[in-house]
């Protein structure tokens, strides 16, 4: 499809910057197409009244307003987080996991409006425009993608801000001053930009909008419960509670016990390394207690392989790679692992900390009788014939590489060792 051809236009629409002068720009080198905006509340704090105000004032013929929390909790939060999937040991993947669900929505109005094209502000050096286009591929690969970011002369916050001045876009609170790129929902707020660009330098207090300073935290213990079923979080303190008001409930704990901060230097897909500071209260705390309830309700095997798994989730997430058969094919078996990841978790909550302080489940594989260091039914001679089996192989090669010039040496050992007695 020729530029010239396309009349209708869907753009993924934040409200911020970048996106209100994506509109003006679009009907300038489209032939004064038609712009739709998208706007998906995945839990960010915006003014929902005057965002299509805004859209419209841009140039927008209509803007939608999506309310995606509780699909976004339930649907893509809860599934990573019971994969235990952090990215390069840090990252929860707050804007990584939003992404597909936002793309998923654009892609459906898109389809609705009868449009021609989708377009988004993410720049050309970030990971969200492979997360974007990717999630394009998949649902409606018929689409024609525009990426402003990597077609127009614009290189800086500055030259955006002229842009805006210059065709008349309101700018609100956008300013020279607002030196920082972040992104919101309710999984996280991601910080980067300023001081940020170089590794060296400390984030200053100020720039933290939903935690307190560990150093501020309250100096005494917040104690919760939370209540898992097959790895999914339903309650707190024995409460049961929708996926939304739970998150919130937990991110509000965290946030005021200056839990959840992360500093770190990831690595792009694009190939460069670049520095973000995140905030991930509630998602720190639901970690670090399924982890500890996993560990009392898993066998060896389906927890080792899940740990692994654990890492390749976090990878094909960070990547967009959301709608494809792999990333569903180990959902399917990381639900069936979780199948008896049911129970409670206590925590104590104090200044940036989560220590877990009980576990408990009616699928639990720690039995005390066994595990007790008093009188059990456990029989310790048992373990003799145990070492012996379990040992051979070890013991095999440990002869055969010491006496391997010998001629017979190594085969009477062997016989040996197994138990075997010449007659």
Request: proline content about 2%; glycine content about 10%.
């Given at each position: 499809m020729s530029d010239r051809e396309i009349k209708k236009i869907v753009l993924a629409y934040s409200g911020g910057l970048d996106t209100s002068i994506i509109i003006p720009w679009l009907r300038?080198?489209?032939?004064?197409?038609?712009?739709?905006?998208?706007?998906?509340n995945v839990g960010q704090n915006e003014d929902w009244e005057g965002m299509e105000k805004k859209a419209k004032a841009s140039g927008a013929s209509k803007l939608h307003v999506i309310d995606c929390r509780e699909e976004f909790v339930r649907d893509f939060i809860f599934p990573m987080?019971?994969?235990?999937?952090?990215?390069?040991?840090?990252?929860?993947?707050?804007t990584s996991i939003a992404r597909p669900l936002q793309a998923k929505h654009q892609v459906?109005?898109?389809?609705?409006?009868?449009?021609?094209?989708?377009?988004?502000?993410?720049?050309?050096?970030?990971?969200?425009?492979?997360r974007f286009e990717l999630t394009y591929k998949a649902l409606a690969p018929q689409l024609h993608v525009i990426a402003p970011w990597r077609l127009w002369d614009i290189r800086s916050r500055q030259q955006a801000i002229d842009y805006a001045r210059k065709h008349n876009i309101p700018l609100g609170n956008?300013?020279?001053?607002?030196?920082?790129?972040?992104?919101?929902?309710?999984?996280?707020?991601?910080?980067?930009?300023?001081?940020?660009?170089?590794?060296?330098?400390?984030?200053?207090?100020?720039?933290?909008?939903?935690?307190?300073?560990?150093?501020?935290?309250?100096?005494?213990?917040?104690?919760?419960?939370?209540?898992?079923?097959?790895?999914?979080?339903?309650?707190?303190?024995g409460k049961k509670l929708g996926p939304v008001e739970l998150l919130d409930t937990l991110n509000r704990l965290g946030a005021e016990n200056g839990i959840g901060r992360a500093d770190?230097?990831?690595?792009?897909?694009?190939?460069?390394?670049?520095?973000?500071?995140?905030?991930?209260?509630?998602?720190?705390?639901?970690?670090?207690?399924?982890?500890?309830?996993?560990?009392?309700t898993m066998g060896f095997d389906t927890l080792a392989?899940?740990?692994?798994?654990?890492?390749?989730?976090?990878?094909?997430?960070?990547?967009?790679?959301?709608?494809?058969?792999?990333?569903?094919?180990?959902?399917?078996?990381?639900?069936?692992?979780?199948?008896?990841?049911?129970?409670?978790?206590?925590?104590?909550?104090?200044?940036?900390?989560?220590?877990?302080?009980?576990?408990?489940?009616?699928?639990?594989?720690?039995?005390?009788?066994?595990?007790?260091?008093?009188e059990s039914s456990y029989d310790h001679a048992d373990a003799s014939g145990f070492i012996?089996?379990?040992?051979?192989?070890?013991?095999?090669?440990?002869?055969?590489?010491?006496?391997?010039?010998?001629?017979?040496g190594p085969a009477r050992e062997m016989r040996e060792m197994a138990g075997f007695h010449e007659r």
């Open positions: 300038e080198h489209y032939n004064n197409a038609e712009i739709i905006g998208v706007c998906t987080l019971r994969a235990g999937a952090i990215y390069e040991g840090k990252y929860l993947l707050g459906k109005v898109a389809l609705a409006e009868g449009a021609d094209a989708v377009a988004h502000g993410c720049t050309g050096k970030g990971n969200d425009q492979v956008i300013s020279e001053k607002n030196i920082y790129s972040r992104d919101w929902n309710l999984w996280h707020m991601s910080h980067e930009g300023g001081e940020l660009e170089s590794t060296w330098n400390r984030p200053v207090e100020s720039m933290y909008q939903l935690s307190k300073s560990p150093q501020d935290a309250p100096d005494r213990e917040t104690e919760v419960v939370i209540d898992f079923e097959k790895g999914i979080p339903v309650g707190i303190d770190l230097v990831e690595t792009r897909l694009v190939g460069m390394k670049s520095r973000g500071v995140y905030e991930t209260p509630g998602g720190t705390i639901l970690h670090t207690a399924l982890r500890d309830l996993e560990m009392i392989l899940k740990n692994m798994m654990a890492l390749r989730y976090a990878d094909i997430v960070y990547a967009g790679k959301w709608f494809t058969h792999f990333r569903e094919s180990m959902d399917a078996y990381l639900a069936k692992a979780s199948q008896y990841t049911t129970g409670s978790v206590r925590l104590s909550l104090y200044k940036g900390n989560a220590i877990v302080t009980g576990r408990q489940s009616k699928y639990s594989l720690y039995l005390e009788d066994l595990a007790s260091f008093g012996k089996l379990y040992g051979l192989s070890t013991g095999v090669a440990a002869i055969v590489q010491r006496d391997a010039d010998a001629e017979d």
